[in-house]
């Protein structure tokens, strides 16, 4: 199987072999794989197209690959099967690529052990931004516990100590108060936090119904702000009756 072409900007080195991280392609589309791999060299990574499950489960087998953006809907092994197949032995970073945009379909593949799950049409610059921040949580969770208490989930990191907050690995421009109700949400790991622990957590004090309104201000001013950066992802949702929580990986906006 050849290897699909590596073209660089004009003026830009391409990074040396032993710097680059290898992202393996897997769709039956030629096109949309190619596509997707010179995308990728374009960034600087190290991309293989493969055009069937069988080649691409080859490569990631014999330890070529450091992440992998697999299609859904192939001919005889389909990227369900393929993925779960990867995991046996692999903990690499999965990434569905499909037009499948029902959400049974984006369940199914967070629980075969996906790490995204990005639906087409694609956006370039979004989908190299989640390849890179699945590398980078794949490579902090093989080291061991950093000092500063960093906090992270679905593709949203903060690390109090310095003050500085990322989504998909982009600085977000946060005020302390945005920040204060980011790492709330975040150290509470998915589950509601109310709109009056928020007021206290982030302004020392007991809310007042000025201060639960307040907290709806900023909740909203942090949604924008992450909107940004990935409009078609809701991050924080509102839990009627509760407050407000981090939302679940297959919450997308409609």
């Known amino acids: 199987m050849d290897e699909p072409k590596r073209t660089y900007d004009a003026g830009m080195q391409p990074p040396q072999a032993s710097q680059r991280r290898c992202v393996v392609v897997c769709d039956d589309e030629h096109e949309i794989a190619d596509l997707v791999a010179h995308l990728l060299e374009r960034e600087g990574f190290c991309a293989r197209a493969t055009y069937c499950a069988q080649d691409a489960l080859a490569l990631v087998r014999a330890g070529e690959a450091d992440c992998a953006i697999l299609d859904i809907m192939m001919p005889g092994m389909?990227?369900?099967?393929?993925?779960?197949?990867?995991?046996?032995?692999?903990?690499?970073?999965?990434?569905?690529?499909?037009?499948?945009?029902?959400?049974?379909?984006?369940?199914?593949?967070?629980?075969?052990?996906?790490?995204?799950?990005?639906?087409?049409?694609?956006?370039?610059?979004?989908?190299?931004?989640r390849v890179r921040a699945c590398l980078r949580r794949f490579n902090r969770a093989e080291q061991a516990p950093q000092s500063d208490g960093r906090l992270s989930m679905r593709g949203i990191e903060l690390c109090p100590d310095s003050h500085e907050a990322w989504l998909l690995d982009v600085p977000l421009s946060l005020t302390p108060k945005e920040f204060s109700l980011l790492e709330a949400l975040l150290k509470a790991g998915g589950a509601p936090v109310s709109t009056g622990d928020l007021y206290e957590l982030a302004w020392g004090e007991p809310a007042d119904p000025a201060g639960m309104?307040?907290?709806?201000?900023?909740?909203?001013?942090?949604?924008?702000?992450?909107a940004e950066i990935d409009a078609s992802t809701l991050y924080v949702e509102t839990v009627w009756g509760m407050g407000y929580r981090i939302a679940k990986a297959a919450n997308e906006r409609r």
């Not at 779960?84 to 629980?111: C, N, Q, T």
């Not at 309104?213 to 992450?226: A, E, G, Q, Y």
């Open 78 to 129: 389909d990227g369900f099967e393929l993925g779960k197949r990867i995991r046996e032995f692999s903990d690499i970073p999965l990434i569905f690529l499909s037009a499948k945009d029902e959400e049974v379909d984006k369940v199914l593949g967070f629980a075969l052990g996906a790490d995204d799950y990005v639906t087409k049409p694609f956006k370039p610059r979004e989908l190299v931004m």
């Open 213 to 226: 309104n307040t907290v709806m201000v900023h909740i909203r001013h942090l949604r924008k702000k992450l």
